[in-house]
């Protein structure tokens, strides 16, 4: 059993500021880093990370092939990943003393995926296999559609949100996982009960998963709602913290785990991730998690 993820992957220029900068401004800053970085990237490493048989597919500037050794090496199949004379998809990151940061994204190659490019990719599934897909992207229509044709379990996540997400054929999705804004954007409400309502009502079709933050996360599956108590840690950094969550929940549910265990694991998995800097590098291990869940177990 596989999960084809169509996914961005961003290369994240970090700037540490002492506050952001202003209109006509020139400012320097004390650190800087390039990552490895964007939600496609993220959750295809992180479900490698929890023993899941990911195939990245994907394009990126041939200039920066590194980063498509960075996701081998993490266990993600990128025989799907092209390489493009379009300069990769980035982001210009800016991130202050406190924490907060201010992000300029450019799509780049992440944007030159085509039609053709989720025909060929989903070639050779398996019924078994899943198809997993983000906001990051082009043709995610297609990924969608095509994917459904295939009678594929299809995973959506529609980060960043965007008002083209409700032209989608949203019809098409199995599994559909949303923080609260997102959320709240779909359904167009603002309170969790209404959001949650609106859910029940019009996506019988789909099984919705919530992210809530600190307080945990909700799964509405059939006719039942599950939830999950988040972990209580010392967050440092939160940056790839959902998609660390997708990643671990998606491994777990796909091979058959209990609803619940693999809320909680991936709870764990991302109460890991926002203990450390960074986005990519910050995803646990299963090991990691394993001991994590051990330890709380009562």
């Not at 529609?158 to 609260?180: F, G, R, T, Y």
Request: net charge negative.
């Amino acid at each position: 059993m596989a999960i084809i993820n169509f996914g961005s992957i961003n290369i994240d220029h970090v700037y540490q500021v002492e506050h952001f900068v202003q209109p006509g401004e020139t400012l320097a800053s004390t650190h800087y880093q390039t990552l490895l970085g964007g939600k496609g990237a993220n959750q295809s490493i992180a479900l490698a990370q929890a023993g899941a048989d990911v195939r990245h597919v994907g394009s990126i500037h041939e200039n920066d092939a590194s980063f498509k050794q960075a996701l081998i090496k993490k266990g993600v199949d990128c025989r799907g990943v092209k390489c493009s004379e379009v300069a990769s998809g980035h982001a210009i990151i800016q991130v202050t003393p406190s924490g907060e940061n201010a992000i300029v994204l450019f799509g780049g190659a992440n944007q030159t995926i085509t039609a053709k490019t989720v025909m060929q990719a989903l070639d050779d599934t398996r019924p078994s296999d899943w198809v997993l897909t983000q906001n990051e992207t082009s043709s995610i229509e297609e990924v969608l559609r095509q994917a459904k044709e295939k009678q594929l379990k299809v995973a959506f996540n529609p980060a960043p949100m965007s008002e083209s997400v409700k032209q989608l054929p949203l019809d098409c999705v199995d599994l559909l996982i949303v923080n609260e804004t997102e959320a709240a954007a779909i359904t167009g409400k603002e309170e969790l009960e209404d959001i949650v309502t609106v859910f029940k009502e019009q996506w019988s079709h789909s099984e919705v998963i919530i992210t809530l933050g600190k307080a945990g996360v909700m799964m509405l599956r059939k006719n039942e709602v599950i939830e999950v108590k988040a972990f209580s840690v010392e967050a440092v950094d939160t940056t790839a913290a959902g998609d660390t969550f997708i990643g671990y929940f998606l491994s777990a549910y796909s091979n058959h785990t209990d609803a619940k265990q693999a809320l909680r694991r991936g709870c764990a998995a991302s109460a890991i991730a926002v203990t450390r800097e960074g986005a990519a590098q910050s995803i646990p291990t299963q090991k990691e998690v394993d001991r994590f869940l051990a330890k709380h177990a009562n």
